[in-house]
């Protein structure tokens, strides 16, 4: 019989990327005891903190920062273009591996702080900004839509504005991949979303044509989470589930490709990549001979 136990490689493989993303082991807290949760917190982790890689900078006809703080957004061209981390710039709670950002979990819209300088207390951040700029990150680029005071007392509905929807809707459709269709029905205000959203009622986004989209950043599961994250997460855990029960079902196969006869003791593991958007891989690995193999 072959030794597997593919989940408990997954634990050890998340364990490990959050360590290098940054979080302490005891983040997750008894998530770390089972997979699916657990799961869920990287795949959280790895949307929040977009990927180190180069990126273009795409701006909205018309996107402008107060001249205070040009200098502070040019730091984060730089930090794009070049593809260094863009962690300094996010909010300082992408930190609290549980917390949530519900405007990306329900629009896929990302915000920027404009600081220049380091911050004073948050080592690995720049100083916060009353403007902040918003944005969808891809693979590729960063479109940056609209910068804007994020002040709760002057703005109160920043957070579940549609403008910033249409801003993407009328410059990059192709960006939003969540269905639309015309509509010609009420149209949800700035304070009716953030009604719906504290209550993790997904709602329809009505743009300046009519259009009306699914929540783009696929919207919210009644326990709070992102329901990309789930499917993701439903997506790996059935991959997983489905190796190693091959492994079983074709440890004859398996054994004459390794060269490892009937009696000998045979250990396989799972090694991931896990990347966010562009999805994961597993391979069954044997550690003793330095073999993967892809079923």
Known sequence: MIKTDFRADLVAHIGARLQHLGYHPDAAGDARQRP??????????????????PRRNVRAPGFTVPAAHEAGFQALLRAVESGQTLRPWLSTLV?????????????????????????RTRKGFVERTDEVAFAMVRPDAVYFLVATSHNSDTAPFVWTQTALVDVVHCNWPALIETPGMPSHGHVLTAEDHARFREHRVNAGVTVSDGTVYYPPGGGMMSNGDGATDYMYQMQLLRRLDYLEAAVHQREAEIRA???????????????????????????????????????
Do not use: Q
Request: charged fraction near 25%.
């Open 95 to 119: 930190g609290k591996l549980m917390k949530r950002d519900a405007l990306l979990d329900d629009w896929g819209i990302h915000h920027f702080h404009l600081g220049a300088a380091a911050h």
């Open 36 to 53: 699916a949760p657990y799961l869920m917190l990287l795949l959280r982790a790895l949307r929040r903190m977009p990927a180190a890689r």
């Open 257 to 295: 490709m390794l060269r490892v006869g009937s009696n000998a003791e045979l250990a396989l593991e799972a090694r991931f990549e896990i990347g966010f958007p562009e999805g994961f891989t597993v391979d069954v690995h044997d550690p003793l001979r330095n073999i993967s193999i892809r079923l």
